[in-house]
């Protein structure tokens, strides 16, 4: 009855439907298609990408992940009188304690026990310039910290990798 009222064609013909052989069927084209949809109905918030970012740059297989264990903001009290006081934040993964300063100027620290290591200062999907410790385990940066940050060292043969914080 319907094929009568459309001119012998069935709903398939009217809505450009064919039926498709599994040859002619292209999946891929599909995904790419559902993707581009999907980025202009519901794209992914900036700062959920950014997170997703800097996750995927503490990706590092054979790195120890250092727990804070010390945050001044958190831990300390509160000093009356003094105004922008620098943080001071400890990290540790196993025998390797890292202590950090972090100020308007930029951070320094010491690695323990004392030993030469290279500092990633970690901020994005770049890492910013290599800092490196001395003899004694002391390291300084002069580039201040905007957003969310994390470490990761290389000392000898280990690789560390501090939790993220926000400066």
Request: proline content about 7%.
């Amino acid at each position: 009855m319907n094929d009568d009222l459309n001119g012998g064609l069935n709903d398939d013909d009217l809505l450009g439907e064919e039926d498709w052989g599994d040859e002619e069927f292209d999946a891929g084209l599909l995904e790419e298609e559902l993707r581009q949809a999907a980025a202009v109905l519901d794209p992914v918030p900036a700062e959920l990408r950014q997170i997703a970012v800097d996750a995927y740059a503490l990706h590092d297989l054979d790195a120890r992940v250092a727990e804070l264990t010390f945050d001044s903001l958190v831990d300390a009290l509160p000093v009356r009188g003094v105004g922008d006081a620098p943080r001071m934040l400890t990290f540790r993964a196993g025998e390797v304690t890292v202590d950090v300063e972090v100020s308007a100027r930029g951070l320094m620290g010491q690695v323990l026990p004392p030993q030469p290591a290279r500092i990633e200062v970690l901020g994005g999907p770049r890492p910013g310039s290599p800092l490196m410790a001395d003899d004694l385990g002391r390291f300084t940066g002069d580039v201040p910290l905007s957003g969310p940050f994390a470490l990761r060292l290389r000392t000898g043969g280990d690789v560390v990798v501090t939790e993220w914080l926000r400066a």
